[in-house]
T-cell receptor, first 114, second 113 residues
Framework: AQSVTQPDIHITVSEGASLELRCNYSYGATPYLFWYVQSPGQGLQLLLKYFSGDTLVQGIKGFEAEFKRSQSSFNLRKPSVHWSDAAEYFCAVGPIQGAQKLVFGQGTRLTINP | NAGVTQTPKFRILKIGQSMTLQCTQDMNHNYMYWYRQDPGMGLKLIYYSVGAGITDKGEVPNGYNVSRSTTEDFPLRLELAAPSQTSVYFC????????????FGSGTQLSVL
């Protein structure tokens, strides 16, 4: 069965600094991979997704993620964070066929220092 | 565009009470989902539906029931509420399946005391 691990529960970075959030997955084949963001009091919003093609995926709000098959990773990056990026970030993996269920990681809470 | 609308936003229940969480979407999406979110646990799928009249269990269906009589609505019923059902509940929808973009409602925070 597929699984997702986000090793960092909470990360604090300064505004303007670079950001990398880690995600490792377990799946027998190439999965669909997602990053969702949850702002306080809101539902989740899709930042980006990957299935095939270029392993560097661009998303909304200036985020990107890189798929590394050899490391079973799909880390999320942003070169310069803004105070509005403070939120909880979830990595998720989906099966290829008959996809009804996404498996979500535990989430990483991002705090931005002014 | 309203998207996915959930009501209520907050609710406190006593043990053994029942309630229905409402979810409606105006995007003509075929797929709808109910997730619960517990601190540090990510989201767990409770039930999902692939179209009107068709529902199926997710990872954590015990203590819940759903129905899908229309494309727009996907209510979640809690029977005999228990403290273990204290959680934040999210409804979501997608046009084709979960590997497409999910659109989430803003959630219902439920406490069972």
């Amino acid at each position: 069965a597929q699984s997702v691990t986000q090793p960092d529960i909470h990360i604090t970075v300064s505004e303007g600094a670079s950001l990398e959030l880690r995600c490792n997955y377990s799946y027998g084949a190439t999965p669909y991979l997602f990053w969702y963001v949850q702002s306080p009091g809101q539902g989740l919003q899709l930042l980006l997704k990957y299935f095939s093609g270029d392993t560097l995926v661009q998303g909304i709000k200036g985020f990107e993620a890189e798929f590394k098959r050899s490391q079973s990773s799909f880390n999320l990056r942003k070169p310069s964070v803004h105070w509005s990026d403070a939120a909880e970030y979830f990595c998720a993996v989906g099966p290829i066929q008959g996809a009804q269920k996404l498996v979500f990681g535990q989430g990483t809470r991002l705090t931005i220092n002014p | 565009n309203a998207g996915v609308t959930q009501t209520p936003k907050f609710r406190i229940l006593k043990i053994g009470q029942s309630m229905t969480l409402q979810c409606t979407q105006d995007m003509n999406h075929n797929y709808m989902y109910w997730y619960r979110q517990d601190p540090g646990m990510g989201l767990k799928l409770i039930y999902y539906s692939v179209g009107a009249g068709i529902t199926d269990k997710g990872e954590v269906p015990n203590g819940y029931n759903v129905s899908r009589s229309t494309t727009e609505d996907f209510p979640l019923r809690l029977e005999l509420a228990a403290p273990s059902q204290t959680s934040v509940y999210f409804c979501a929808s997608s046009f084709r399946d979960a590997n497409e973009k999910l659109f989430f409602g803003s959630g219902t925070q439920l406490s069972v005391l």
